[in-house]
């Protein structure tokens, strides 16, 4: 069959309706004439508003898993930052407790150091201030190790203060160190005087009381006149310690029938258990020696 009887033309089978330039051409009109109405008239509100009713449900399902996992996220970073913010707080807390105990420890320490000044205008003996190293090793006895020993000038005997009154005596001097016996140790005495009455007695260490903290008054009779309160000081008369500094005060008084003597018991005024610098004077009987000379070696070759 020659080429040009064929029909160029497709079989009504293949035909669609209109051509496709016509379908470009009518949609695209129908879109700028809704865009203009919806833009002048607002025509698509209603039907957007329901087509995102419809589909809001799609969305929230689609959306939720999202959400999840967001909000999972941001809690484990919330709960890592309040760990580690109240970890912080923790250790600030821990710094200003130590602080605030620093404090009270220094304003105590500066209050007993003005104690310290005010006792050291009082007294006219040669006196030089000291600061408590540690308590003896001996579970017996009542002492404390102090860092000024003989080089400094510090003699057995010696009176030992602290701001309040007196604190104990040196038994045992070393070059740099020396050894306080406490008023309050079971083999320490010390001459005292009523400050009412002007007795005089001498008070003694009380190992046996109950807090291990006391003095007691021996061989005091049992009329005598003493009352709970009176203010005991040096009497001056042992040429150790001078005269007027505080030592106790009568805590306890018992008066028994079946002994001619009284009990009394006093509480002293220093700080025997927590002293950290103390005092330390001169003994009112020991003379004002002069220092020795130094030794000079001779020199080698010397004719003696």
């Known amino acids: 069959m020659p080429l040009g009887t064929l029909d160029r033309n497709p079989p009504p089978f293949f035909k669609q309706g209109p051509s496709a330039l016509s379908k470009l051409v009518f949609f695209s009109a129908l879109a700028l004439f809704l865009m203009v109405a919806d833009a002048r008239f607002t025509l698509m509100r209603p039907l957007r508003a329901a087509l995102a009713t419809a589909l809001y449900p799609v969305q929230w399902v689609v959306m939720e898993p999202l959400r999840l996992v967001r909000g999972g996220g941001a809690y484990m970073e ?41 006792l050291r205008a009082q007294i006219s003996t040669p006196q030089q201030t000291a600061e408590v190293l540690y308590d003896a090793a ?3 006895t009542r002492k404390i190790i102090i860092d000024k020993g003989t080089t400094q000038g510090v003699v057995a005997g010696s009176p030992v203060l602290d701001g309040l009154g007196v604190l104990g005596q040196v038994t045992r001097a070393h070059p740099m160190v020396s050894e306080v016996t406490l008023l ?6 010390i001459p005292v005087l009523n400050t009412r009455t002007g007795a005089r007695s001498v008070a003694y260490g009380d190992p046996t009381s109950a807090s ?11 009329n005598s006149d003493v009352q709970v309160g009176d203010v005991l000081t040096t009497s001056g008369v042992d040429g150790v310690y001078p005269l007027g500094l505080q030592v106790a005060k009568i805590a306890r008084i018992e008066r028994r029938a079946d002994s001619a003597f009284a009990r009394i018991y006093c509480s002293p005024v220093a700080q025997v258990s927590g002293a950290r610098h103390v005092m330390v004077l001169q003994p009112v009987g020991l003379p004002d020696l002069p220092l020795p000379a130094p030794v000079v070696a001779p020199k080698k070759g010397a004719k003696k």
């Open 138 to 140: 001996d579970p017996y």
């Open 184 to 189: 309050i140790d079971r083999d320490q005495a």
């Open 212 to 222: 291990g903290s006391q003095l007691e008054l021996r061989f005091m009779a049992g």
């Open 78 to 118: 919330s709960m890592a930052s309040l760990q580690a913010q109240a970890d912080q707080a923790q250790r600030q807390l821990a710094v200003q407790s130590q602080r605030a105990g620093q404090v009270e420890m220094l304003a105590l320490e500066n209050q007993r150091l003005r104690q310290l000044l005010e």
